[in-house]
């Protein structure tokens, strides 16, 4: 019995140090830059983002679980190498997923990258390189993990605040940011943006 909790300890202790493991390296990659122009209530910001160049692919689904796997694996089989220079390109954060009939995800491409003609043409034609022009937007925070029940919960309470604080919105532009990889089990960044209208 004394051997059967020295190895569910050595579990749990090997569980807990991966985690920590995993949250440093998390920590360690490149986010998007942003400005905050305004804070409203319930944590919601006003920011701004400048032009930013995204991998991204359309995916025929209109569902978070859908859109995430098979999103993920087209675009990460291209910044892991499967580009005509078969070169890496590291992995930033957020993942951008947005939800209708053809749904979209994005990754955004490391700073480095000022304009397309820097990246090499994916091998996957279903993954295009394309450029976000600069925009403002309106971005509500959760912790946890995501799935259609929360990312509409947030979707609601963010239409809520804007449509109090009479602040106009793009309703097509909601998008889901996903910060952490899917192995990552706590300190877990969720966000639901929508561009406002100028």
Same mark, same amino acid.
Request: aromatic share 10%; net charge positive.
């Given at each position: 019995m004394k051997i059967v909790?020295?190895?569910?300890?050595?579990?749990?202790?090997?569980f807990v140090f991966s985690q920590i493991y995993i949250e440093r390296s998390t920590s360690n990659t490149e986010e998007v830059e942003y400005v905050v122009l305004k804070q409203?209530?319930?944590?919601?910001?006003?920011?701004?983002?400048?032009?930013?160049?995204?991998?991204c692919t359309? !995916?025929?689904?209109?569902?978070?679980?859908?859109?995430?796997?098979?999103?993920?694996?087209? !675009?990460?089989?291209?910044?892991f190498g499967g580009n005509e220079k078969q070169e890496s390109i590291a992995m930033t954060a957020p993942v951008q997923m947005s939800f209708s009939d053809t749904s979209e995800m994005m990754f955004y491409m490391p700073s480095k990258f000022s304009s397309i003609n820097g990246l090499p043409t994916p091998n996957d034609k279903r993954v295009q390189i394309k450029e976000l022009g600069e925009r403002e937007v309106a971005a509500i925070s959760f912790?946890?993990?995501? +799935?259609?029940?929360?990312? +509409?919960?947030?979707?609601? !309470?963010?239409?809520?605040?804007? +449509?109090?604080e009479d602040i106009a919105y793009d309703p097509a532009s909601f998008a889901y940011l996903g910060y952490n990889p899917p192995y990552q089990l706590s300190n877990r960044r969720n966000e639901i943006i929508v561009t406002l209208k100028k």
């Open positions: 909790y020295i190895i569910l300890l050595l579990l749990f202790s090997g409203l209530q319930k944590g919601v910001e006003i920011r701004k983002y400048s032009k930013l160049i995204v991998a359309q !995916i025929p689904a209109d569902n978070y679980s859908n859109v995430s796997s098979q999103g993920f694996r087209r !675009i990460a089989g291209y910044i912790k946890g993990w995501a +799935n259609d029940k929360t990312i +509409n919960r947030q979707k609601e !309470i963010l239409v809520g605040i804007l +449509n109090t």
